[in-house]
C-alpha cells in the first residue's frame, strides 16, 4: 500500500490546473528541473514520517534526464535530505524517456535501481510501447494505462489484453498496478487477471497530507502543507470504500491499492 504524488497547480479562476496542461510548459520555459525537484524532496519528505511499509510514488519528467547523472543526484540528495530508506521510493517513468537517448537513460536508470529506489513504466501500452522496452531497461512495474482499465468488461479484446500484460510482467518477476479503477467491476475483474496494485477514485481520492488513509482522519479543514495523496484500504472480504474528496493546493495524487488475493 502506498501513495502516488501528482501536481496541480491552482489558478484563481480555473481552479485547479492538471498536469497535461502545465508540464509541457515548465519543461519548455526551462524550469521543470525545479518543479521537479519541489515534488520529489516534499513527497519524500513527507513519507519519511509515515509507518515502514507505506511508500510513495513519483514522477520524473523525460527533461529532468536530460543533464545525464543529475536525476540520480537529485534522487539521492532527497532521500539523504529526508531520511526516506530507498526501498520506499518508487520512481515512474513514460515511454517517452526511453525513446530518446537510451543507453544515458539505461545508465541512469540503472543507477537510480542501485541506490534502492524502484522503477515503474507509468501508461503502459498506449502511445508507441514496445515489448523490447521491458527486457532492455530494469523496470520493477508496469502500470496498465487508464484506457484499458476503463473498458474492461465491456469489450472482450481489452480483457485478453489486460491479461497478456499482466501474465507478461510477472513471467518477468515485475509487479502490475492498474490505473483509472472507478468501479467495482473492473476491480473485480482485474483481481480476478492476477492484477497486484489498484488505484483509482472508486479506491480513494485526493486528500492533503493530514487526511491520508493510514492515518485514520476523517475530518479537516484542507489546511496545511500543499501535498495531497490518497489511498484505501482493502482486504479480502471488504467492498472498497470511495474516499471523500478535498481541494487544497499543491501536489496532489491519486490512491495507489495493492490487491489482496
Avoid at 468488461?153 to 481489452?158: A, E
Wanted: with cysteine; proline share 5%; net charge negative.
Amino acid at each position: 500500500q502506498g501513495y502516488e504524488a501528482l501536481a496541480r497547480r491552482p489558478h484563481p479562476t480555473r481552479g485547479f490546473v492538471p498536469p497535461s496542461e502545465f508540464i509541457a510548459v515548465a519543461e519548455q520555459s526551462g524550469l521543470i528541473d525545479e518543479l521537479g525537484r519541489w515534488v520529489l524532496h516534499t513527497a519524500c519528505r513527507e513519507a519519511a514520517g509515515w509507518p515502514d511499509g507505506l511508500t510513495v510514488a513519483v514522477n520524473l519528467s523525460p527533461a529532468q534526464f536530460k543533464r545525464g547523472g543529475a536525476v540520480v543526484e537529485e534522487v539521492q540528495a532527497a532521500l539523504a535530505a529526508s531520511g526516506l530508506p530507498a526501498a520506499r521510493l518508487e520512481l515512474e517513468i513514460t515511454e517517452s524517456l526511453l525513446m530518446g537517448d537510451t543507453e544515458e537513460v539505461l545508465r541512469a536508470l540503472m543507477a537510480l535501481q542501485a541506490l534502492g529506489a524502484r522503477i515503474a513504466m507509468d501508461d503502459f501500452g498506449t502511445g508507441f510501447s514496445s515489448l523490447s522496452y521491458l527486457w532492455r531497461f530494469p523496470f520493477d512495474k508496469v502500470k496498465i494505462d487508464r484506457a484499458f482499465t476503463q473498458r474492461l468488461g465491456r469489450d472482450g479484446k481489452v480483457d485478453l489484453i489486460v491479461r497478456s500484460i499482466i501474465s507478461l510482467a510477472h513471467s518477468l518477476a515485475m509487479r502490475v498496478n492498474a490505473e483509472g479503477v472507478e468501479t467495482a467491476a473492473q476491480h473485480e475483474a482485474l483481481r480476478r487477471h492476477g492484477c497486484d496494485e489498484m488505484q483509482g477514485f472508486l479506491l480513494g481520492r485526493p486528500q492533503p497530507s493530514g487526511r491520508l488513509a493510514h492515518l485514520d482522519v476523517t475530518a479537516g479543514d484542507g489546511s496545511g502543507e500543499c501535498l495531497k495523496l490518497t489511498a484505501a484500504k482493502w482486504r479480502k472480504g471488504e467492498k472498497p470504500q470511495a474516499l471523500p474528496g478535498c481541494h487544497t493546493p499543491g501536489v496532489s495524487g491519486e490512491s495507489r491499492l495493492e490487491s489482496v488475493a
